[in-house]
Structures are given as C-alpha cells and as structure tokens.
C-alpha cells in the first residue's frame, strides 16, 4: 500500500465518509511545505457582482487599472486572481440554488432549485486532513450572519457546506458564541481553578453520558440511520475533545470583539461581517483550524442590509440584486465595492502577520465566492470567484484568469492540490479535473 | 421551516426547459434522500448473525420509517408539554425534508452538539423552579441515601415522559450514575441541582432528541413487517396530531395495554382531534403543504409595495392556518378549504384584499400568503404558483432539468403582460414542462405580487382563463376562483390531499407497499363527503402508520 492510499484511508476515517464519497486521491506532484501551514479560508456570498463595474479584462492585472467596484483591490493585485463567468455544469441553471452546492459541484438530489449535494464540499475535504497534519480537534470554524432570517427559508438553502448527503455543515451564527469557543477570556466560564474543575466535570458527565446514549441508541439501527447517530456521536467527541483542550489567549491571535451586539440586528450586519472575517484570521493565526468558512447570508440574502456602512445600498442585498438602480443611483455598485474592501482588508490582515520568511498570506488560499453572476439575471452559468494567497506558489497570481465557460470545479480542483490533496477531480470525474491558466 | 420551491420565480422560468419530469411521486421509492426505502430491497442482519428474509414486496407493506430527530417546533412544543415551560430562543439548527414535509436536521458538527448541550442545561436551568413539584419526594428528605432513592424515582418517572416509554434498568443506572457523579467529586451539587443536570443528560439524549421510542423494546414483527410497538403508536399519534409528547391520557392507555387494535387507536384518535392541541399541527400541516410556512418578514418585495410590513406577513400567515383551523372545526370537508372564506379578516389584510367578494376570494389557493409566497419580488410569477398547484394539490412532481445551461432569462419587455411573456414557453423546448405549470400559473394572474387584487396589468385586461387536465375530464376555467372551486371537487386532489396526509404522518415519500393504506384513507375520505378529520383517523388505522418494514442492516431480535 503506497502512501496516497494510506492517506486517503486516514482521510476517509476522519470526514466519517465512505469509500465512493470522496473524490480519488492519486500520487501527482508533491509540493513542498509552504511557510506555515496551509490553509483556507472561504467567504461566500450571493446576489451575483455587477460585472461591468467589477469585472477586469483578461490577463494580467498589473497592466490594468481595476474597474471602480473592484478598485479597493488595486493595492492587492498582485495577490489576487479574478475568476469571472465560470460555469457550473453540476448545477445548471440559474437561482439562488447554485449556494447549496456550489463547493461540491458534483452529483446532488436534482430535486427543485436547492439541490443537496451527494459529495463534501471543498472544506470538508481539506479541512480534517489538514486538521490532522496539526493534530487539531477542530476541523473547520464554520461561521454565519443572519442565515436564519433569509429569505429563501426552504431548507437546505441555508447551508453551503457538507460533509456528505444528509449532513450539512450548520454555522455558529453567533460570532460572540464563537469568539467564546474558541478563545480563552471571552467565556462565562469562572475565575477560580476549583469551579473551573467543576464545570469541566460537569461537562464531561453530560457529555459521557450523551455519548454513551448514541452508543446504545444506534446498537439495532440500520444502515442509513446508524449514519445519522453516528454523525452525532463523532459531534460530541468533537466537542468533547475542544472542551478538553486548552484555549488560546485570543490577544496573541486578534483583538478583542468589544461589547456584543444583537446578531439578529440588520443594522449589525456590516460589523458582524467584519467580525467574522478577524475570527477567521485569528483562528489560523493561532492554529486553532485550519480551515474557516464565513456565509455572511442564506442563498437569497433578502434579509441583510448594508445600510449602516454602505448609505447608498439602503435596499435588501436581494432586492438589489434584482434591481440594482433605483432613484437613478446603481445601490447595488455600492454594496459591491463595500464587499471588494472587505475583501482587501482580508488581505491586508493576512499580510500584516510574518511568518516565516513571508506573511501569513503566503500559506492561506482565500476563495472569495459568490454564487451567481448578477443579481439582475440570477445566472449561476457565469460565476465570479476570486482567490488570494500564494500557498507554496502555487498559483499564478496577479491576473485575471482564461476561466470564461470553465467549471468553477476546476478552482476547487486547484485549491485541493495547492493544499496537498492531489484529487484526481472535484465533484465529478467529467468536468471534476483543473484548467490551465491557474497553476503557476 | 418552509421548503416552498424557491424564492426566485425567475428561476423556473430560467430552467424549466426540455428534461423535467412529470412524475407521480412513485419513483421516489429508489430515491436515497426521500427517506423510504424499497421493502424487501437489500439483506438485513438478523440478530444472532442469520439473514433476515425479506419482506414480500406489496401493496400492504409500507416502507421503513426513517429515524429522524424532533422538528424545532415538536422540540419547542415537547419542551412546553414535559416542563412546562417556553424553550430557550436558542437556534438549534434548521430542520429539513422528507416527503415535502419537515423532520429535524442531522447533528453533524461539535457545533451542533454544543447548541443542543447548551440548550439543554439552559432549559434544565429554567426549570429550576419547578424541580420541587417534577421530584417525588415533598419536603426532600436531608439523608444522602433518602435523596438518592429520591432520584431513581425521579429518574424512572420523568424519564419515562422525556423518553416517551419505560426505562430500562441499564438506562436508569447510567442517569443516576450522572446524579452520583454531581453529588461528589469536583462537582460537589446539592440535590436540585444535581436533579437540574439530569435533566440536562436526558435532554441531550437520543433517546429524547430523536424519535424512536421502541428503541429498547424488542420489535412486533409480523408477516415480515415490524409492528409499531404501542409506545411508538402513542408517540405517532401524539407527533402527528399535536406535534409534541403524549399525554397523560394517552401514556395510561399504553400501559392499560388499549393502544393496540385499530378501534383503540381510533378511538385516541378522535379524542385528540379534539384537543385544543390539534390546532397546531392542523396550521402546520396546511403551512407545510401550502409551501407557505417561510414566507419572509423581512422586505423581500419591491419598494413599491409599502403595505408589504411584518405585520401584515403575519396577518397572511395567520390567516392561512386560522382558516384551515376554522375548516376544521366546522364541517371539515376539503371544499370549504379551497372554496370558502374566513369568518373574520385582519384588518390590515382586509385592506389589501378590498371590500369581500366571493367572486375574487375562494379558498387558501387565494389567500395572500400563498399568492405572495409564490411571486418574484416585484412581479407576479405563474411558473411558481402553477408549480405549487401541480405538487402540492395534483401530487405531479414536476422537477427541474438536470444538468443543462440555459443561459440568462429575458428581462421583462415593456408592454407586455406577465402572460404574454410567458408564452414563449409555449413555443420552444421548454413547452414540456411549461405546458403543465403556465396554464394553472395563469389562473392567478388577478392577484399581483403580494396578493392584491387587480384586473389589468400593463393597461390590459387580465386573462387568467385556461384549461387543466385532469383525470377523466378537463377543467376549464376562467380565473383562480372557477380553478379552484374545480380541484375541490377534482378526484386528483382529494386523492393528492390523502397522499399529503400520508407523507405528514409518516415524513417520507410514499411507497408501492402504502396502495392499500391509501386506498383505505382514500375510501374512508369518500365515504364520509371528503371530511378531512375522517381522512386523519383513517390514517391513524392504516398499516403506514401502524407497521413498517425493516431498514437495511437493521438488527432484530
């Protein structure tokens, strides 16, 4: 047995998966270790970009001054790769459905618009494996803003990441909750040694005791419904493991997130955003995980506003996208641009902290998605995407890549490798392999 | 929860071409995520190592029943039921379908684990002072050893109303090993609290969380089925017709043993059909079935609808499930549900609506909830509002294409009607499914984007005329009204409705071996001049609900 195939092993244990659930891994190049450890962090968003302010012209970007939504990128360009009106042949279709999938894009339910994938997502496929390089007991930091007030309600459009058939990734939509998991200092939990013994005992009962339950309750169970306790009872040794673990001092990693704010409130929502995004830095930063997703929204978005940052984009992110222009002023350019900022500080964060003989960007992949091509038309057949980060020089950065009509699978299928999982394809053997014009 | 088909008309529109399918949902039999399995399909274990024969494949050998975990309202709703107190607002996950219908989402995460374990000691915590009447012994002695006979009592008493059947010893020795371990040790809790934290384990237990309360007992089987023990019947009577826990009529009856023969399930039946709890799940069901349980409070819709508040969202959705109710209460028949009027309207939504009139108003078909669900933001969207009719009334799953690219939708033309758009439908590849979705789609076309009436669009009268196939016969139509006062009276959805009922009752897709449970439901229904609370007893006696089949790897004794 080769080396691949006892990773691949390892790595199957790990997501819980079966053998046909994961994409094959085969001996292709081997790269070197990067910096520091590889890493992904993955931002998806919805209601599609406005292409004629977002879009640059193919090719290089250091020859190009970027078109005005994305111009707060201009100071990045080299760092970046622009990724417009690629397809998603596993989807068809437009829709807000394209959300549900679209980091599996391979074999789903084809039942109605929000189809649930039969294959993990990107995260989940990288995430464990990486997890285990670091002997981490969290896999990924799955975070959300608002989710559940969106519009499109229907389940599953309110989960972009699987692990498999059945079993979405459901994000912590409580950043302060989140904050509080994983960093020390920023819990209720008490003070003096002798009450923390005891509520950790106290954990641990509740939780020995749940487990031992799952263990006795699947004992008769079939096949499929074993998967599903089974499911649970990898949870709560998770959990388990996190509570047993020691906590990192969150002001060796990031900054304090200030005095919590409603998570519910729209008029939050810009802060939370950002909040969002300095977790996801300080959870790598502090080798925490190593993979971090943020959905800033459920697949329509109809709930969130960025008013109270972006003045002019004073409509529901979903109403924009439909209509962009209203009272003659293009509302949905506004929250556009906002997005490309958040972005760029994004960047700007990874590239403040050195490591190594370079910074932090230089072993994190940032996959800056969106789902849809425009909000106006809902096409989910001209994708944009962006990437960040340089993870062993992989990529060819600082362009605008050949990607018109190519399967968003092949970004994936680049990121899995950057990442040191050489799959043979992402969702499926057909469109599932990479494109040329990515890799440097 | 809503699982409506999408929040985007333009989503049909732009992908209902050449490869949908008009299926009856039969074929869902084969399909791994409709939750029902083939019977007979595939080995299962036997419990000393044999094979289990399979079940004969027949139209009385209804499918496995898929485990699942309680929706966040039966959570909520057993919660209320079990201490009497109002759950947490904590999210606990989002639930997800099965049969068109909600069961609770899979715990995947440790995030999920710890929202369910907060929850739980939040809940527990709540509870904290009733523990004094919940415990079985008043005052609480002071020896240590009376407080722990104390527990097990506790433990056997309330764990047999969280876990919805008696608890073994072995499950009883592992809650009190809990009670023991917060007693001493780093722990160190007096009595209460360490009672709070058992609570706290069970609450966090499968055994509650999920729905399997034969989960310890040994099967019934019978002629290769499995038999639904009568603490399981008395779990799916009292998680269908209440959403929640049964109560202590219904537990007497199980250990009385009169929760076996059809006539005492009957019998429960009509009793609880009764109950002021039947209300809930009446609303849910018709939310549920009307794919309007989601509609958004948040402004969704165009600026230029200002009535289009919170307010009046929940007026919409409140109407919906007091009409269904109302229905319920009187003569229960299907007409009056697609047919009649509430007897009392908001008056924000009376606004909308207009002054009342039978010619303009007919039924929950146009009410403002589903007319302003199954719309586009600013405009109306007949692909949706046929596609609902054609599923959720006809039981025709017309699906989407798979795997084909067609490219942007036209932006709407200046000057034509919303049906002058759509007809191009009619005209090219997309036809195929079109041609079943535009035509019940465009019965609608009186009622705009959040309901309201009109009777022109674009300086043109409206034509919401058409003709729907149906079994036997035509229907023919000159508006929403006339469409659908014809399905009231329209085998194919009397017959669709007892399959909806079905799937609610057993959260999965019917199966070839639920024929003769639905012909049953189905006659029953008949006989009684389509009363819909005949249909729901009828339910309860079939073998859909009584038996199952075994799962695949299933290991029985």
């Not at chain 1, 590239?351 to 960007?361: D, F, H, I, N």
């Not at chain 2, 049964?246 to 399930?265: K, M, N, S």
Request: net charge neutral; aromatic share 6%.
């Amino acid at each position: 047995m080769n080396k691949w195939e006892l990773a691949r092993r390892d790595l199957l244990k790990s997501l819980g998966l079966g053998m046909g659930c994961l994409p094959l891994l085969h001996a292709s190049k081997v790269w070197g270790a990067p910096t520091g450890p590889r890493r992904l962090l993955i931002v998806m968003n919805t209601n599609g970009l406005r292409q004629q302010y977002w879009k640059p012209k193919e090719g290089d970007l250091m020859t190009q001054t970027l078109p005005d939504s994305s111009s707060p990128l201009e100071p990045y360009k080299k760092d970046i790769i622009f990724c417009p009106d690629m397809s998603q042949p596993a989807y068809g279709g437009g829709g807000h459905g394209s959300y549900v999938s679209c980091l599996a894009s391979g074999p789903n339910d084809n039942k109605g618009e929000y189809r649930v994938p039969f294959a993990p997502t990107i995260d989940q496929i990288v995430g464990p494996g990486l997890a285990m390089q670091g002997n981490l007991s969290r896999a990924t930091l799955p975070l959300g803003i608002q989710i559940e007030g969106g519009n499109a309600g229907i389940f599953p459009s309110q989960r972009m990441c699987w692990k498999d058939r059945n079993t979405p990734i459901t994000p912590e939509e409580d950043i302060y909750k989140s904050y509080a998991d994983v960093f020390a200092g920023k819990s209720n939990a008490p003070a003096d040694t002798g009450a923390i013994k005891a509520l950790m005992a106290h954990k641990k009962s509740l939780l020995d005791y749940t487990g031992s339950s799952l263990d006795r309750f699947k004992a008769r169970l079939g096949t499929d419904d074993k998967e599903i306790i089974d499911s649970h009872l990898h949870s709560v040794r998770d959990l388990e493991n996190q509570l047993a673990s020691p906590k990192v001092d969150l002001t060796k990693c990031g900054s304090d997130p200030g005095n919590p704010l409603d998570v519910k409130s729209s008029a939050n929502w810009p802060t939370l955003f950002k909040l969002s995004v300095d977790l996801m830095v300080a959870a790598i930063r502090c080798d925490v995980t190593r993979v971090a997703t943020l959905a800033p929204c459920d697949a329509s978005g109809s709930n969130i506003s960025f008013k109270s940052a972006v003045p002019e984009a004073n409509r529901g992110w979903h109403s924009m996208g439909h209509s962009p222009v209203s009272g003659g002023v293009d509302n949905k350019r506004f929250a556009d641009k906002w997005l490309m900022g958040q972005f760029g500080a994004l960047i700007e964060r990874l590239k403040a902290v050195p490591e190594g003989t370079g910074t932090m960007l230089d072993s994190t992949i940032v996959l800056w998605a969106n789902h849809m091509e425009e909000g106006a038309n809902h096409n989910s057949q001209r994708t944009p995407w962006m990437l960040a980060g340089n993870v062993n020089k992989y990529f060819k950065l600082g362009q605008c890549a050949p990607s018109a009509g190519r399967p968003v699978n092949g970004v994936l299928y680049h990121i899995a490798h950057a990442l040191g999982f050489p799959v043979e394809y992402i969702g499926t053997q057909v469109f599932g392999g990479g494109w040329d014009g990515l890799a440097a | 929860m809503d699982r409506r088909p999408g929040p985007n008309g333009i989503v049909l529109l732009a992908i209902g071409c050449l490869a949908c399918t008009g299926r009856i949902s039969e074929d869902a039999v084969s399909d791994p995520t409709s939750g029902t399995k083939p019977p007979g399909n595939g080995t299962m274990t036997g419990g000393k190592g044999g094979t289990v024969t399979p079940p004969p494949m027949g139209p009385n050998a209804p499918g496995a029943a898929p485990l699942r975990r309680l929706t966040v309202r039966e959570y909520n709703n057993t919660l209320r039921d079990l201490l009497g107190i109002a759950p947490a607002s904590r999210d606990l996950g989002v639930d997800q379908d099965a049969g068109g219908f909600a069961v609770g989402g899979p715990v995947t995460t440790s995030g999920d684990a710890a929202r369910l374990l907060d929850a739980a000691e939040q809940l527990a915590a709540g509870a904290a002072a009733k523990i004094g009447t919940l415990v079985p012994c008043a005052p609480v002695p002071a020896d240590a050893a009376a407080q722990g006979d104390c527990a097990k009592k506790f433990i056997n008493q309330f764990g047999r109303r969280a876990f919805r059947r008696p608890l073994a010893p072995e499950e009883a020795a592992d809650l009190f090993a809990v009670y023991s371990a917060h007693r001493g040790g780093d722990i160190n809790q007096p009595f209460d609290q360490a009672i709070r934290s058992v609570v706290a384990a069970m609450l966090s237990s499968p055994f509650f969380l999920y729905r399997a309360e034969g989960a310890n007992l040994p099967p019934v089987k019978e002629q290769g089925l499995v038999r639904f023990n009568p603490h399981e019947l008395a779990s799916r009577l009292s998680y269908t017709l209440w959403g929640s826990m049964p109560d202590d009529a219904l537990f007497a009856e199980v250990d009385a043993g009169r929760l076996t023969t059809p006539e005492q399930i009957e019998a429960q039946a009509r009793r609880m059909l009764k109950d002021p709890k039947i209300a809930d799940a009446i609303a849910d069901f018709h939310l549920q079935w009307l794919y309007v349980d989601g509609l958004p409070k948040e402004p969704p819709k165009d600026p230029k609808f200002t009535a289009y508040t919170p307010q009046l969202v929940e007026a919409m959705l409140k109407e919906t499930a007091a009409f269904a109710n109302e229905v319920f209460a009187g003569d229960g028949k299907l007409e009056r549900l697609l047919t009649g009027t509430p007897s009392a309207i908001d008056p924000a939504l009376a606004k909308l609506y207009g002054a009342p009139d039978p010619t303009q108003r007919a039924g929950v078909l146009t009410q403002a909830s589903f007319l302003a669900m199954h719309a586009n933001a600013a405009d109306t969207n007949p692909v949706r509002r046929g596609a609902v009719v054609l599923r959720r009334l006809l039981c025709n799953d017309v699906q989407p294409p798979v795997n084909m690219d067609v490219g942007q939708p036209k932006p709407p033309a200046p000057g034509l009607t919303t049906r002058e758009r759509f007809a191009e439908h009619a005209e090219n590849p997309c036809a195929t499914c079109h041609r079943l979705t535009d035509p019940i789609g465009f019965a609608f076309e009186n009622y705009d984007a959040i309901g309201a009436w009109r009777t022109t669009e674009q300086g043109k009268a409206i034509d919401a005329s058409g003709t729907l196939a149906l079994s036997g016969s035509d229907l023919k139509f000159k508006n929403a009204v006339e469409l659908a006062r014809g399905l009231a009276g329209a085998k194919d959805v009397r017959e669709c409705l007892a399959t909806q009922w079905l799937r609610y009752f057993t959260r999965r897709n019917e199966s070839a071996g639920d024929t003769a449970s639905l012909e049953a439901a189905n006659a029953a229904f008949a006989s009684s001049g389509y009363d819909m609370r005949e249909l729901l007893v009828a339910l309860t006696k079939t073998r859909a609900f009584t038996h199952r089949s075994p799962s695949v790897g299933e290991v029985l004794p």
